[in-house]
């Protein structure tokens, strides 16, 4: 499930453990800058997209005060002034050079694409791959095993629901609708009764449908290949990524998301590590109108210097694309379905756009396993995204104040992880290698004091 930017822009509960309370706080407030922002310009203007308050606030240098003044003396959906122009079809990006890689780390490109406030909009397999930590296959699935699909879930779409989130003490709705999907009836009878999603438990879980799971196997097939491909070709020393896992990828659970018409979207997130583990693998599917999946790399905060030093990259996705989100992207990346400004009706589906992301949950990360938190509810896994002296490691965290009606706890611990991405209690757990890089410490801007539970 997401993490929408709002969800996260809470501000926890006031610290009651010093010294990991200081971390975790820290953390959060550093991390969600840009996103607090966003959710503040929507909740003072919500009849404007965020796409355009996006926009308003990089045009800005991201000062919410200058931003919401511009907003309100602006017509509806008005472009602010200063708006960097958006890059149209780019055919080719193919003269850039391929990313320099540091020893287990992810690849990175060799220079930023795109600058602050820009977007640059992909459409080739080949430029997706060399810029993004996703790769896309078009075509993926024959012509009729599409359709059949995308037929199957436009009837199953009318039970589709907006998710719920708290932000302050405000419930706010996501703009699209969804659905929670795993492969057994006893599977989605745990889910409702066991798995915790933002503190809450998730009632409406269903088992897979017929051609939802038909298209599964041959999405496993495919990621495979695409996993050991993009490993062998641009990892460093062809090798699996720090907590990656050396287990073949076995999809069991998916989201599948509906959005009517261009309006619909979701808002920049990573998605949830908390049952699929570190460096997880996501495959996900696009069936009738084509839109634009946007990415943004999550820039390493240093001496106050902004995070949103890049700009944002769109990648088209047409009817029966597979996109593959790497092992490299939700730990360093955002991404969102951002409103359109137009959309081209689909034969079958009209104006709406349906998408399967088919992940793989690990039994070891079940919640009757995984830490709870002072609230006594199985704590969520995050990873620092954006201090410099603790990014790309591991902490598990309250999350029940993101439930309507519910109040957090400051609970907070370092992870506990092997090379393969295993916790402790995994059976061929290989010993703790979460802990800060030379680099971090190097940065010496982290109160290493804060670094418990090592
Ligand atoms: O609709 C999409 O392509 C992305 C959906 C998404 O981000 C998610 O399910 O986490
Ligand atoms: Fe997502």
């Known amino acids: 499930m997401y993490a929408f930017i709002p969800r996260k ?14 971390q975790s706080q820290h953390e959060q407030d550093d991390s969600e800058s840009t996103d607090f922002k966003l959710a503040i310009l929507a909740s003072l203007h919500p009849n404007k997209t965020s796409d355009v308050l996006l926009d308003y606030l990089l045009a800005y240098d991201g000062s919410v005060e200058e931003a ?72 993926f699935l024959a012509a009729d095993e599409a359709d059949a699909l995308l037929k199957e879930l436009l009837q199953e779409a009318p039970s589709f629901r907006k998710e719920t989130f708290q932000l302050f003490d405000r419930t706010v709705e996501s703009p699209h609708t969804m659905r929670f999907y795993v492969d057994s009836q006893d599977e989605a009878e745990a889910q409702r009764t066991e798995y915790v999603y933002n503190g809450s438990y998730v009632p409406d879980v269903t088992q897979t449908r017929a051609e939802m799971l038909r298209v599964s196997t041959k999405v496993q097939t495919a990621v495979n290949k695409e996993i050991d491909r993009r490993t062998r070709e641009r990892h460093p020393g062809g090798e699996k990524l720090k907590f990656q896992s050396p287990d073949a990828w076995k999809p069991n659970a998916s989201f599948v998301n509906c959005y ?55 990648i088209h996705l047409p009817h029966n694309s597979l996109l593959v989100m790497h ?71 309250c999350h029940s104040g ?14 506990d992880f092997d090379v393969d991405g295993r916790p402790p209690w995994a059976e061929g757990y290989k010993g703790n290698v979460n802990v800060p890089t030379a680099q971090a410490v190097d940065d010496g801007r982290g109160n290493t004091s804060n670094m418990v539970n090592e």
């Open 327 to 397: 092992a490299e992207m939700q730990e360093e990346w955002k991404h969102s379905v951002a409103p359109a400004q137009t959309i081209d009706p689909h034969p079958v589906a009209g104006n709406k756009r349906l998408n399967v992301t088919y992940r793989c949950y690990k039994e070891y990360l079940h919640p009757r396993f995984t830490p709870k938190c002072k609230c006594s509810v199985p704590a969520v896994l995050r990873c620092v995204q954006k201090r410099a002296a603790t990014r790309g490691r591991y902490m598990w965290m």
């Open 68 to 139: 919401t003044a511009a907003l309100a003396s602006s017509p509806k959906d008005a472009l602010p002034p200063k708006r960097s122009t958006v890059t149209g079809y780019q055919s080719s990006l193919s003269s850039f050079a391929r990313p320099a890689q540091a020893d287990g780390e992810a690849p990175r490109p060799a220079k930023a694409v795109v600058k602050k406030g820009r977007t640059l909009h992909l459409y080739s397999p080949e430029d997706i791959e060399a810029h993004t930590p996703c790769s896309i296959i078009h075509n």
């Open 260 to 314: 009517d018409g261009a309006k619909e979207s979701v808002g920049y997130h990573s998605d949830q590590l908390t049952y699929l583990g570190p460096r997880a693998v996501i495959g996900s599917l696009s069936l009738g109108v084509a839109r634009d999946f946007r990415v943004r790399k999550i820039v390493p905060q240093v001496d106050g210097s902004s995070a949103d030093a890049q700009g944002q990259i769109a």
């Open 402 to 415: 993101y439930t309507p009606g519910q109040k957090g706890c400051s609970y907070f611990v370092w992870a």
């Open 9 to 22: 822009r809470r501000k926890l509960a006031p610290p009651t453990e010093p010294a990991a309370s200081a």
